[in-house]
């Protein structure tokens, strides 16, 4: 899975695979830690459009969300300091 790819899991997965009691973010914070990172890296930021990657996902799969609803949340930083530089 790719690095857009896992970002895209995180934003979404929320709702759809019932992480709506853990979220990727809180959870697995090494993970999010590196989703911090890669997104940080020069050139990623602007590649990447949260809102149409939750709209396609949810419009496009109709036997997972029939109603079409696109979440809110959850609401992701993905700006905010990552502190990898902690692992070494």
Request: charged share 15%; hydrophobic share 40%; aromatic share 14%.
């Given at each position: 899975m790719s690095g857009y790819s896992r970002w895209?899991?995180?934003?979404?997965?929320?709702?759809?695979?019932?992480?709506?009691?853990?979220?990727?973010?809180?959870?697995?914070?090494?993970?999010?830690?590196?989703?911090?990172?890669?997104?940080?890296?020069?050139?990623?930021?602007?590649?990447?459009?949260?809102?149409?990657?939750?709209?396609?996902?949810y419009h496009s799969m109709h036997w997972v969300n029939p109603s079409g609803i696109v979440p809110l949340g959850p609401t992701i930083d993905l700006r905010a300091p990552h502190g990898r530089q902690r692992l070494g």
């Open positions: 895209a899991f995180a934003s979404i997965s929320f709702t759809t695979v019932t992480l709506n009691v853990t979220s990727s973010n809180g959870d697995f914070p090494n993970l999010f830690s590196w989703l911090k990172d890669v997104y940080q890296l020069p050139g990623i930021e602007q590649t990447v459009d949260l809102g149409e990657i939750k709209r396609h996902y």
